[in-house]
T-cell receptor
Framework: ETGVTQSPTHLIKTRGQQVTLRCSSQ?????VSWYQQALGQGPQFIFQ???????GRGNFPPRFSGLQFPNYSSELNVNALELDDSALYLC?????????????FGEGSRLTVL | AQSVSQHNHHVILSEAASLELGCNYS??????LFWYVQYPGQHLQLLLK??????LVKGIKGFEAEFIKSKFSFNLRKPSVQWSDTAEYFC????????????FGKGTKLSVKP
């Protein structure tokens, strides 16, 4: 087990709705990254948070936003859901220093948009 | 655009067969290279990584990978696979972005027949 927990594990939304996904990072980790994994694809980087600020972003529109809290947990928010947002959303935690390069992944939140 | 290519979508082997999974990336700068594995029903976990130094790196469970800079490749190998190696394998590359910004390949599903 990695110690990274995500909630909810599964959820169903309709197009146009908003969703919030949550992640608790592994103890001792201060950096959280979010990934989207569509069916049959590898994970795709959404953004990373460090010290409660966004610290790198992938090619995702602004309706994908996030937060990091003082306890290093994090949220991913997606507004105006589209059908293509259906995917597994992965959270990964790591430590900024020393940088081992290893990400510790949670089991993901599977979002279905109807 | 920066990308990671995994050549095989699904590989089927018998136990004791040798394994080589291909991975190529498109980026001319300094890279950090990773192989992650996802066993059935489990989260993604690190198999091995390369940052610098000896281009032949050894990971867990007898896996190794070789970084060939001139070929932009980081192929994964194992001399003798076991049924328990059945999993999906992802090559990932950090191409100078933030620490958590990995570009993943689409993955290779390995099925090992007992």
């Amino acid at each position: 087990e990695t110690g990274v927990t995500q909630s909810p594990t599964h959820l169903i939304k309709t197009r146009g709705q908003q969703v919030t996904l949550r992640c608790s990072s592994q103890s001792g980790h201060n950096t959280v990254s979010w990934y989207q994994q569509a069916l049959g694809q590898g994970p795709q980087f959404i953004f990373q948070y460090y010290r409660e600020e966004e610290n790198g972003r992938g090619n995702f529109p602004p309706r994908f936003s996030g937060l990091q809290f003082p306890n290093y947990s994090s949220e991913l928010n997606v507004n105006a859901l589209e059908l293509d947002d259906s995917a597994l959303y992965l959270c990964a935690s790591s430590q900024k220093s020393p940088n081992t390069g290893e990400l510790f992944f949670g089991e993901g939140s599977r979002l279905t948009v109807l | 655009a920066q990308s990671v290519s995994q050549h095989n979508h699904h590989v089927i082997l018998s136990e004791a067969a040798s394994l080589e999974l291909g991975c190529n990336y498109s980026y001319g700068g300094t890279v950090n290279l990773f192989w992650y594995v996802q066993y059935p029903g489990q989260h993604l976990q690190l198999l091995l990584k390369y940052f610098s130094g000896d281009p032949l790196v050894k990971g867990i469970k007898g896996f190794e990978a070789e970084f060939i800079k001139s070929k932009f490749s980081f192929n994964l190998r194992k001399p003798s696979v076991q049924w328990s190696d059945t999993a999906e394998y992802f090559c990932a590359v950090n191409m100078g972005g933030s620490q958590g910004n990995l570009i993943f390949g689409k993955g290779t599903k390995l099925s090992v027949k007992p």
